[in-house]
């Protein structure tokens, strides 16, 4: 656990915690790319899209964490948006330079897009504005999994009032609030014949964020409301996770979310007594700081060695495995140098902060990094 000078801890293990969710919907992503064929071997990897609704808890705790105690007026509510637009818009406005670029070239003739579909320039004004999840467009567009920070936006933006109701209620309300909102958002979406709640994007992905958002929330005022002598054992923080996975055979996706939950606020505990564990870790702590560009830039690369193996007919072969595993790992070391040198210069020069952001807020600056 590090901290800085405004006390704010920061909790490593959450990151490491990332990195391994960030990691699952790559491989969720990769399985249907490069026709793995896992869903057949165990259909927990088509489910893994719930790793995003894991990202929604452990942004709403860490956010929480970070700015509960200090957003009490408006010029704090709005430095708190202007280091979060730091935070996602920089490598988000990147990966969407590139496709659109690709969508030119699409155009031009000079390359055949698989997703025609996903490059339509309509959609260019809500992605640059982070709206694409808002029910402002009716397909993936661009850079597909971005339709999960335009949804953690519209949290952001709520945040002073997540932030007000979570402290003014207590946690049983809190809770019913949150399953009493996914209760209506099924409801809305099985009236309205559309996916279901856990599976929406583009299409109101920014309402499936928000209950679970909350629910970080939540956690964050109910981890801060206990003892710090109280104790975890890491090895159930684990089996929680990996009881949390292994329910993804039960078609109750609540209740996958509710376990990934507990793993947030055990994980705090447990790194909060002072003991250490592999996703707590200097190596797991890094990965964990590239998990964003992980996540934003992953799908990129599988573009042209996709279309190379369809040419190839080796889609669905060992040669397709092995090419996504080199793919998979090539995209982490881009990820950890897009962090390095694109994401934090970036982010560091948009909140305006400099060298004093460094010496007198750090542990802001990095417990934000979510």
């Avoid at 710090?228 to 159930?236: E, F, H, K, M």
């Amino acid at each position: 656990m590090a901290t800085g000078a405004n006390s704010n801890p920061r909790y490593r293990s959450l990151d490491g915690y990332r990195f391994i969710a960030a990691s699952l919907v790559v491989l969720l992503h990769y399985q249907g790319e490069f026709d793995l064929h896992l869903g057949a071997a165990t259909p927990v990897v088509t489910s893994l899209e719930v790793m995003v609704d894991f990202f929604f808890v452990l942004s709403g705790f860490v956010i929480a964490v970070t700015y509960g105690k200090a957003m009490a007026t408006i010029a704090d509510y709005g430095r708190f948006l202007q280091r979060r637009v730091a935070r996602l818009f920089p490598l988000h406005l990147a990966v969407l330079s590139v496709f659109v670029a690709l969508a030119f070239a699409n155009n031009f003739g000079w390359l055949t897009a698989n997703h025609v579909e996903a490059l339509d320039f309509h959609a260019l004004p809500a992605n640059l504005l982070m709206l694409h999840a808002w029910g402002t467009v009716d397909h993936l567009s661009f850079n597909a999994g971005s339709w999960s920070i335009s949804a953690e936006w519209l949290s952001y933006l709520l945040f002073p009032l997540l932030l007000v109701l979570s402290r003014r209620c207590s946690f049983a309300a809190n809770l019913a609030a949150v399953i009493g909102a996914i209760a209506v958002f099924t409801l809305w979406r099985d009236a309205t014949g559309t996916r279901a709640w856990y599976e929406a994007t583009y299409d109101y992905g920014a309402l499936r964020a928000l209950p679970t958002f909350f629910l970080g929330v939540v956690l964050a005022g109910l981890f801060e409301a206990t003892p710090c002598s109280l104790r975890c054992p890491w090895p159930v923080v684990h089996l929680v996770f990996v009881t949390a996975l292994a329910s993804l055979f039960l078609p109750l996706r609540v209740v996958t979310i509710g376990l990934l939950a507990l793993v947030v606020l055990l994980a705090a505990i447990a790194e909060r007594g002072n003991t250490s564990s592999f996703v707590s870790s200097r190596l797991f702590g890094r990965l964990g700081d590239a998990s964003y560009a992980i996540y934003m830039i992953h799908g990129v690369p599988a573009i042209p060695i996709v279309f190379v193996l369809r040419k190839l007919g080796a889609l669905g072969t060992p040669l397709a495995a092995g090419v996504a595993v080199v793919t998979y790992l090539a995209v982490l070391i881009a990820a950890w140098l897009i962090y390095t040198y694109f994401e934090s210069p970036a982010r560091r020069w948009l909140s305006g902060f400099g060298a004093r952001e460094a010496t007198v807020t750090p542990a802001l600056a990095l417990q934000a990094a979510s």
